[in-house]
């Protein structure tokens, strides 16, 4: 199945002595938290313009059909 993957990054480059990495934190977190928006907004516009995956259904049935066919089998004990 193909995907489409996104793909950003971010740089951080500070010069404030002693408060460098707590900025730098700071800045990477707020990019982190920009790009989970990021990625629901995407989302919901893919799922407006062309409807809900068509495997979504499928993914969830999948592992009552794995327990279904186990069922079905009979396994041996026996050599």
Do not use: W
């Amino acid at each position: 199945m193909p995907e489409t993957i996104v793909e950003r990054g971010g740089l951080v480059s500070t010069s404030f002595g002693k408060l460098n990495s707590v900025i730098e934190h700071i800045l990477m977190a707020n990019f982190k938290k920009n790009m989970k928006k990021t990625v629901i907004v995407y989302t919901e516009k893919l799922t407006k313009r062309f409807g809900e995956p068509a495997l979504a259904n499928h993914r969830t049935n999948e592992p009552y059909l794995v327990r279904q066919k186990i069922s079905r089998c009979n396994f041996s004990t026996q050599d």
